[in-house]
Nanobody, 113 residues
Framework: QVQFVESGGGSVQPGGSLRLSCVVS????????MAWYRQAPGKRREWVGQ???????NYATSVKGRFAIFRDNAKNTMYLQMNSLKPDDTAVYYC???????WGQGTQVTVSS
């Protein structure tokens, strides 16, 4: 059974930074594409970005240049470095593998002054 445990969320002021972590069990991330999604209150879950095993990365236009995905295959952990945070980045963030077998509990990010 594949499980995702997200952490690292919190409250930050606009312009601040956070690093989210996603520990994966039951699947080796080195063999799969990995992605981050987020869901803001009252909105649908949206794709944030993804990292493929060959090193290629893609990001949503809204976060490009501000967010970056990192992998530590030895720890089977994926990270999302978020810089220059904006209030619109407020959401619950989830990680996923591609294809995705399920969702973790997510981690809340709140950007507010």
């Amino acid at each position: 059974q594949v499980q995702f445990v997200e952490s690292g969320g919190g409250s930050v002021q606009p312009g601040g930074s956070l690093r989210l972590s996603c520990v994966v069990s039951g699947r080796s991330i080195s063999m799969y594409g990995m992605a981050w999604y987020r869901q803001a209150p009252g909105k649908r879950r949206e794709w944030v970005g993804q990292s493929m095993p060959n090193g290629s990365e893609n990001y949503a236009t809204s976060v490009k240049g501000r967010f970056a995905i990192f992998r530590d295959n030895a720890k089977n952990t994926m990270y999302l470095q978020m810089n220059s945070l904006k209030p619109d980045d407020t959401a619950v963030y989830y990680c996923a593998s591609l294809p995705n077998p399920g969702w973790g509990q997510g981690t809340q990010v709140t950007v507010s002054s």
